[in-house]
């Protein structure tokens, strides 16, 4: 199942200049989300980090990731119009430069889910290169 930017906003409650992912190209409620992301040089983080050299921080990168995880959780129908939190970000390694013009291909597969908590492996990918990786924690919220 394919979703569009506004089939996401009707799960994922981020808006501008949070919205992350452009679409989610596959997922599979509470099991994992696939999505991508387009970087494109009029994102207002370029003008700081860095302007004579741009780069996509690693934090929205991880964000990005987050907000996959979040489709295959928040699709779930007893999760439906929650809240999802960050409550743990372990093994993070950033492998490589994301930059404008990139496509990052975004994947989250939820690997527990326990009431209200849930954990995450995540990659993230420019070209079939990892260029993140990282166990993400969830908590469901209202």
Known sequence: MQLNSNEIAKINPHRYPFALVDRITDYKPGEYAKGIKCISVNEMQFMGHFPEHHVMPGVLIVEALAQTGCV??????????????????????????????????????????????????????????????AELTFAIGE
């Open 72 to 133: 295959a959780i928040l699709s779930q129908e007893e999760y439906k119009g929650k809240i999802v939190f960050f409550a743990g970000i372990n093994k993070c390694k950033f492998k490589g430069q994301v930059t404008p013009g990139d496509v990052v291909e975004l994947e989250c597969t939820l690997t527990r889910m326990r009431k209200s908590i849930g954990v995450g492996e995540a990659v993230a990918k420019v070209d079939g290169k990892v260029v993140v990786k």
